[in-house]
């Protein structure tokens, strides 16, 4: 798949799904998550989540000009699935082994951007 589609399916697919667990978040599990004093784990979940599958949509329409655009794309994928998921289920009282995997996905986030950041500066 090119790059510019891979970019903007995972666009698409973490969007529509950061849209849906917001949702949930606030609506079917509002309850559960303030009884188990999770309300921001979960929102900060749903917040990068969001923001990286906005993120991926722009990567999507400058991959031309991204020389690493399917390397960011995965970091930044790696980042939703770690950061936001591991997040997603200590919210919901998920093993406690779960903490250190938060940090993986925020270091896959930052490595993205570390990227991106390489290549506007080797395009220069």
């Known amino acids: 798949m090119p790059t510019a589609r891979y970019a903007l399916f995972l666009a698409g697919l973490f969007g529509l799904t950061g849209i849906a667990m917001g949702a949930f978040g606030a609506h ?12 921001s784990s979960w929102e900060t979940g749903a917040r990068h989540h969001l923001i990286h599958a906005v993120a991926l949509l722009g990567l999507a329409s400058a991959s031309a000009q991204v020389a690493n655009a399917r390397l960011i794309a995965n970091c930044w994928l790696v980042g939703i699935v770690f950061f936001s998921g591991s997040l997603y289920w200590i919210a919901l009282g998920g093993p406690w082994w ?18 991106l950041i390489i290549s506007a500066i080797r395009r220069t």
């Open 28 to 39: 079917a599990l509002k309850s559960k998550l303030e009884l188990l004093g999770h309300v």
């Open 98 to 115: 779960l903490g250190p995997v938060t940090p993986i996905g925020g270091i896959a986030f930052m490595v993205g951007w570390l990227s």
